[in-house]
């Protein structure tokens, strides 16, 4: 009877990813994302160009980016090819189906007669979701709109875990528009199965969702807001800087207002003593100056590199390979 209770406990903690959507970072245990990490450092040398692995031969990604994206969409291609499958691509609503009015559930119905696997962008909430409900196949998100993006927040945390040596015990600082940022939101949740403590700085009209305040009280996450970026350098260990996301406003005026709310740079650091880990999802539009570029915990750049073995991990993982 104790070995059935052990097994059951097991399998609650770690799924068996293979044949998986990965959606949101609220379905994942810490078991999971930890093993995830873990497979992600596995392929580092892959992703560095160190070693050459042929795990996805004969398979297929179908790439689906309605919306712009740069890294998330570039790294999830050269996972693929780097791992030698092959991709395809849709870029952008106008150059789809979506555009003539199928619906995203028989767009995912189709595609999974293409391809074996689905990453997918859009710029609504719970988009993605639709279309995996169609597809038989994995699908990935790779951002809904201002809701989610799983594979961001991994990366974020693989981040964290090479530059810090651990999760636990770090007092973390999510600093700009913590509101439409789908990589807080993800990075959020998934950050509340570890042991650290959040410092949420934001102007406040552009402060966490409650439903991820609600979150982080059920999973028992200390935190504090603040509109003092200098106040959070002060104490923080990483500060993950977002910028203020232009297209989810609806009144230009309010945008300008609010873009160079927070601007990190040399100087700030150096008052506030600042030695935290710096990171920011990119693209950044102004809030870290390039004079941070050359100090040695400035992570950005390597946390956009970090970002090709994570999605290597993650399609191995739910092509069950
Ligand atoms: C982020 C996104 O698309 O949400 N970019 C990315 O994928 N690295 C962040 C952003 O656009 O601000």
């Known amino acids: 009877m104790k070995v059935y209770k052990a097994q059951v406990l097991t399998y609650c903690l770690m799924r068996n990813f293979a044949g998986s959507d990965i959606l949101s970072t609220k379905d994942l245990t810490r078991e999971e994302i930890e093993f995830i990490l873990s497979r992600a450092e596995e392929f580092l040398p892959v992703a560095r160009k160190q070693k050459t692995l042929n795990l996805m031969e004969g398979v297929v990604l179908a790439a689906l980016f309605y919306e712009p994206s740069t890294r998330t969409r570039l790294s999830f291609e050269t996972a693929m090819l780097r791992l030698g499958g092959k991709v395809l691509n849709v870029i952008g609503l106008d150059n789809s189906s979506v555009k003539k009015g199928e619906t995203l559930y ?12 689905i990453a997918m962008r859009h710029p609504a909430v ?66 509340s199965r570890f042991k650290v403590q959040l410092i949420l700085v934001s ?20 935190f504090e807001e603040t509109e003092s970026l200098e106040d959070a350098l002060k104490v923080a260990d990483v500060v993950y800087m977002t910028r203020i996301q232009k297209e989810r406003f609806a009144d230009p005026a309010e945008y300008e207002r609010l873009k160079d709310v927070f601007v990190l740079d040399r100087a700030l650091m150096e008052k506030t003593g ?8 990119l693209p950044r539009v102004g809030e870290i100056n390039n004079d941070m570029d050359d100090l040695a915990n400035a992570a950005y750049f390597r946390q956009a590199q970090n970002g090709i073995a994570l999605r290597m991990a993650l399609l191995a993982l739910v092509l069950g390979r």
């Open 203 to 222: 102007p406040k009209q552009l402060g966490v969702p409650e439903e991820v305040k609600e979150f982080l009280h059920f999973s028992g996450i200390g």
């Open 126 to 191: 719970g988009s993605v979701k639709e279309l995996a409900d169609g597809a038989g196949i994995p699908v990935i998100n790779g951002g809904d709109g201002t809701g989610e993006h799983p594979t961001q927040a991994l990366l974020d945390a693989l981040t964290m875990k090479l530059e810090r040596g651990g999760i636990d015990g770090l007092k973390i600082a999510l600093v700009g528009d913590l509101k439409n940022g789908r990589t807080v939101h993800s990075l959020a949740f998934l950050l």
């Open 274 to 281: 600042s030695k935290a880990t710096v990171m920011h999802p």
């Open 106 to 117: 028989d767009t995912g119905k189709m595609v999974d007669g293409y391809a074996d696997v």
